[in-house]
């Protein structure tokens, strides 16, 4: 399959976390998000939900690398392009990064209220390794008085991307390996067109994650 990704520009404040295990909440407004993002948090997503397991992706084997991917490229993207769903609530705390005020944006999301929360949720996608990075790589999300509030950003997608194939390419009972084909316009002065990328499931503790995610947006 194929199909064409849009972007936005990027303008990133990040608060620092102590580590991938701290608990944070947070309350924020409004803000752009990729519409895929969106359709995360406004409906459970075919990848992230089967019955026939105790969460986590759906089975690789009955579910197209398309549909196994993108979602958790979307919730990826949350931080990478520094943006969730937000409502209009604000709050400022000190970013001790800088040592100066940030305005915090309350998340606004049916699944996760609080940064414990959204760490579960992550862990529906992707394995604990991978979650902890992101938590630590894209330090945004903070509690607040028991909320999860994020610093909004806003880089945009890779506005180059073309065209992206997906493909299923070796799956068992406990392992799977997907690739993405990326096609970028003639602009995008890449030294190599089009670019694969790899992504790993694997079975851990009766769930299937994401255990190696090569993000491309």
């Not at 990027?10 to 969106?38: D, H, N, W, Y």
């Not at 105790?54 to 990826?76: F, H, R």
């Amino acid at each position: 399959m194929k199909q064409s990704i849009a972007a936005i520009f990027f303008v990133a404040t990040m608060l620092s976390l102590s580590g991938c295990s701290r608990q944070e909440k947070s309350s924020s407004p409004e803000i752009s998000l990729p519409p895929a993002s969106l359709s995360i948090l406004e409906e459970v997503s075919n990848s992230a939900s089967d019955t026939e397991q105790n969460g986590g992706l759906a089975d690789p084997a009955k579910t197209s690398a398309e549909d196994l991917i993108e979602p958790a490229m979307e919730v990826y993207s949350w931080f990478a392009l520094g943006s969730m769903p937000m409502s209009g609530e604000t709050r400022t705390a000190v970013n001790p990064l800088t040592g100066t005020e940030d305005t915090f944006q309350r998340v606004n999301s049916p699944y996760f209220s609080n940064y414990e929360e959204l760490k579960n949720y992550l862990g529906e996608f992707f394995s604990d390794e991978i979650v902890c990075r992101l938590l630590e790589d894209y330090p945004i999300c903070k509690d607040i008085d028991g909320v999860l509030y994020m610093v909004p950003a806003g880089r945009g997608s890779n506005i180059f991307i073309k065209d992206v194939t997906f493909s299923t390419d070796e799956v068992t009972d406990s392992f799977a390996r997907l690739s993405a084909v990326i096609v970028y316009g003639p602009d995008a002065e890449e030294s190599e067109n089009p670019q694969s990328y790899t992504f790993i499931c694997e079975k851990m503790d009766g769930k299937w994650v994401f255990t190696t995610f090569e993000y491309y947006l």
